[in-house]
């Protein structure tokens, strides 16, 4: 069983930055898809990023694409969600999650471990 930890959100002004991390513990999420996907109030949980195995194969959102980096660290077992030129319609609560397959997916339900989530506000 794979334990994920979220940390690096906070407050930010639109146009800011920030990053999140994703630290996994219990097993290596090495040889697995990982992606983020992001909640707001009200709404149903949506699909931001993805990454393969060793980085080469990244999948975005039309909403974050040219603005968001998905990333990892395997050495470390760590993904990492790198977020510039935040709009206030990024405010959300931020979920990492380990994917069933070695593809790409954007369904929530592709994904079979999720971290606590870490909440993104982005205003003026």
């Known amino acids: 069983q794979v334990q994920l930890v979220e940390s690096g959100g906070g407050l930010v002004q639109p146009g800011g930055s920030l990053r999140l991390s994703c630290a996994a513990s219990?097993?290596?999420?090495?040889?697995?898809?990982m992606g983020w996907f992001r909640q707001a109030p009200g709404k149903e949980r949506e699909f931001v990023a993805a990454?393969?195995?060793?980085?080469?194969?990244?999948l975005y959102a039309d909403s974050v694409k040219g603005r968001f980096t998905i990333s990892r660290d395997n050495a470390e077992n760590t993904v990492y969600l790198q977020m510039n030129s935040l709009k206030p319609e990024d405010t959300a609560v931020y979920y990492c999650a380990k994917a069933r397959a070695q593809m790409l997916m954007m369904r929530p339900n592709e994904y079979d471990s999720w971290g606590q989530g870490a909440q993104v506000t982005v205003s003026s």
């Open positions: 990454i393969n195995w060793s980085g080469s194969m990244t």
């Open positions: 219990g097993r290596t999420v090495s040889s697995y898809v």
